[in-house]
T-cell receptor, first 113, second 116 residues
Framework: GNSVTQMEGPVTLSEEAFLTINCTYT??????LFWYVQYPGEGLQLLLK?????DKGSNKGFEATYRKETTSFHLEKGSVQVSDSAVYFC????????????FGTGTRLQVTL | GAVVSQHPSWVICKSGTSVKIECRSL??????MFWYRQFPKQSLMLMAT?????????EQGVEKDKFLINHASLTLSTLTVTSAHPEDSSFYIC????????????FGPGTRLTVL
């Protein structure tokens, strides 16, 4: 079956530090890959996505590249801000599965001044 | 745009009672809504997929008679936890998809259920 593995948190960084949150996946077909973010007290929001190998998703300074050879979709940001503090979820959906999402366990990011 | 609301945001109930949670798409019509359950420090687990006007499709291991899902309109889906027990205590989250084939889901803020 499908699965998504994320690095365990929490991740604590100082403002303006470089962020990497690792995500690897297992899927039988050709999934679409997503990063969702959950700010405190709010629902999950789509941060970025990539639908095929070598695609790069980007939004709000965050980037992730769909690497089929390493089955990875690592999230990066060059300079984090306090407002980026949230829980980040990596997820996949496989073609033909009515877009059912399989989530990783989430990684909490805490950015301090 | 693409806002999904849930009501209530939290509920506490006695063991044996039933609890209904509503999920609404506020500014779009949702052909499909999904219900997830999230345990503390764990990922979201899909419980069921509901399409407007048809029966929900439940994931393996989810009791359909315990978790009743109704998707009566294109903007409303409800999840009823029947005869709730303490082990049903969890965070329930819904999401909505705007059209068939779309791969983006819009999530509600979740409902915290505590069964005493």
């Amino acid at each position: 079956g499908n699965s998504v593995t994320q690095m365990e948190g929490p991740v604590t960084l100082s403002e303006e530090a470089f962020l990497t949150i690792n995500c690897t996946y297992t899927a039988t077909g050709y999934p679409s890959l997503f990063w969702y973010v959950q700010y405190p007290g709010e629902g999950l929001q789509l941060l970025l996505k990539a639908t095929k190998a070598d695609d790069k998703g980007s939004n709000k300074g965050f980037e992730a590249t769909y690497r089929k050879e390493t089955t990875s979709f690592h999230l990066e940001k060059g300079s984090v801000q306090v407002s980026d503090s949230a829980v980040y979820f990596c997820a996949l959906s496989e073609t033909g599965t009515a877009s059912k999402l399989t989530f990783g366990t989430g990684t909490r990011l805490q950015v301090t001044l | 745009g693409a806002v999904v609301s849930q009501h209530p945001s939290w509920v506490i109930c006695k063991s044996g009672t039933s609890v209904k949670i509503e999920c609404r798409s506020l500014d779009f019509q949702a052909t499909t809504m999904f219900w997830y359950r999230q345990f503390p420090k764990q990922s979201l687990m899909l419980m069921a997929t509901s399409n407007e006007g048809s029966k929900a499709t439940y994931e393996q291991g989810v009791e359909k008679d315990k978790f009743l899902i109704n998707h009566a309109s294109l903007t409303l889906s409800t999840l009823t936890v029947t005869s709730a027990h303490p082990e049903d205590s969890s965070f329930y989250i819904c999401s909505a998809r705007q059209r068939a084939g779309a791969d983006t889901q819009y999530f509600g803020p979740g409902t915290r259920l505590t069964v005493l």
